[in-house]
């Protein structure tokens, strides 16, 4: 295992730190029990959004935290769910009075531990579940799809909805109406290596990819020849547009969101494959995301994300962001 | 060599493709000769700031065009100057009246190219030149120092001086300036693959680090055994520190830079290593930034870079940037 850290057990707290003190005029770190927070919070009489889940997929969730997205993140150990003592803590520091929802990543761990903080929680909340990835029903972690990069979009939009005044129960329907209109699959070249585990997490071969990968490395629909990435993006932008059904004529945002050894350039090139791909279906790409937003450590492949837009939805999308991963406006 | 391209000839074009649709609000393309440029260009009176360089290093240069930054980029092949008529057709494009500042890393193909543009172009124009890695004197392609992710930094600030309406005089003078109060060193634990060549450009164990690496893969000062981060940190700073002299009290901007395949976690807990041993010396880290800026390709590292800053360089920083890349104020 080659990696930039000093003891495994210190790797989390360490990274939290050197985020915090990056980011000290947007974010601030608590720990013991671990979450990150809006420097100036709680926000009066907004809806609080706090996500959370395991570590290893940075920016997600803490490079989100700030004016337009989320109120908190809670980071468990790298690919481990955080503990619902984090959201209580996180919750009680960020409610502003108008309530508190939970975006939690369809997986078996970060569902059960959301729904035991919610039940201590006394305020008023809600939970959005996310299950973007259109690769296979049930998998290592989870029952039923995965929640991957997709979140992003959802944190975003309904992060900005949060900040316009919307009430706990709009953002709560927005953000189901915006999972149902997002869909995600991804792509593995390489394996990633869980700082704990010394090794990777799965074997490749050097002429292998997986195709449906997950974004903890678990296995995807197949493990098949590197292909080139026309048919890479055909193939997930297929499997998309099974799931989402848009119809020609409609405007998505297409995201390519690289695993985290996978250079800039072939994000790009990707992102060149797949928007020829949606415009030859007479689907419009009026917006776009291109870079590292939800990774696997140091997985390298991406994934193509695709949310079905209307004029709600690019309103919000376009509105100020001030986090450290995500900012634009203002 | 496992890479999502197509055929490895057409990596660089597609690649810049989909750059440029994903930004097209920010930038376009032109191909043949091959530039960068802002989408509102020129902009009159103002002097026209234009890097350029080998491919792989990405989001360098082209992700730094836009406001408050330069005004063109020159992308070569990957590891590969660009050539005179890129640069010239650049600066048809983006000269606004108020001359031409040319931007170059210390390399020896990209110094002659930058060097035969200017002797063709008929404008005012001037050049600054950066080598900012302290790691090693003379290299595989440089006399002298290399540039490497310091060159960020000066094209932030020069950019956000030419914005406020600096003269090309003063442009190259904050530029030189700048390039000399700025040290950077870098890291490598793993080879960059180019795609044309198929294969990794330089071998290393499994337990070894190549210290003061350069950013196409030369060698550095010294291939050691991987050592905690801290410790890397330490010796990295100390090389930067004997190079700089910054005087206890000093602010200085911090700047940790991923190589490509190095995990944003790696990455912010190196900085914490970094600002720690700061702090040690006295010194104040008054600006930060961390990420992947100045890349070789799938490389995993980083580098540090160090500025010392005063009050007109921090205000400079802090001015507004809008480019695919960088991006804050406003």
Not at 56 to 83: I, K, N, R, W
Request: with cysteine; glycine share 12%.
């Amino acid at each position: 295992m080659k990696k930039l850290i000093n003891a495994v057990d210190d790797v989390l707290k360490e990274s939290l730190e050197g985020f915090a003190a990056a980011h000290h005029d947007l974010v601030r770190v608590s720990h013991e029990p671990t979450y990150v927070a809006r420097a100036h919070a709680p926000v009066k009489d907004k809806v609080a959004l706090i996500s959370g889940g395991g570590s290893g997929h940075e920016p997600l969730h803490g490079g989100f935290v700030g004016y337009g997205m989320l109120d908190a993140a809670c980071p468990g150990q790298v690919f481990t769910s955080p503990t619902p003592d984090q959201m209580l803590a996180a919750a009680g520091a960020v409610d502003g009075g108008a309530g508190v929802l939970f975006i939690v990543k369809n997986y078996t761990g970060d569902v059960m531990n959301f729904e035991m903080a919610a039940e201590m929680l006394t305020g008023e909340h809600a939970r959005v579940l996310t299950n973007d990835d259109v690769a296979v029903e049930d998998s290592t972690y989870t029952s039923g799809r995965r929640g991957v990069a997709g979140t992003v979009v959802v944190e975003k939009i309904v992060g900005a909805a949060a900040e316009a005044g919307a009430d706990l129960a709009a953002c709560k329907a927005l953000g189901d109406r915006l999972n149902a209109a997002t869909g995600s699959m991804g792509v593995a070249l390489t394996s990633c290596t869980v700082p704990a585990a010394g090794g990777p997490t799965f074997q490749i071969g050097d002429d292998e990819m997986e195709m449906g990968v997950g974004i903890h490395g678990e296995p995807g629909r197949k493990r098949v020849r590197l292909a080139a990435a026309d048919a890479i993006a055909e193939e997930m932008l297929g499997a998309i547009g099974h799931a989402l059904g848009p119809k020609s004529g409609e405007r998505v945002l297409l995201f390519v969101n690289g695993f985290g050894a996978t250079p800039l350039m072939e994000l790009y090139l990707m992102f060149h494959a797949a928007a020829r791909l949606c415009a030859d279906r007479g689907l419009t790409v009026a917006r776009s995301l291109v870079g590292n937003y939800t990774t696997s450590l140091d997985m390298a492949g991406c994934s193509l994300t695709v949310t079905r837009l209307d004029d709600q939805l690019i309103e919000l999308w376009d509105a100020p962001v001030h986090t450290p991963a995500l900012r634009w406006g203002r």
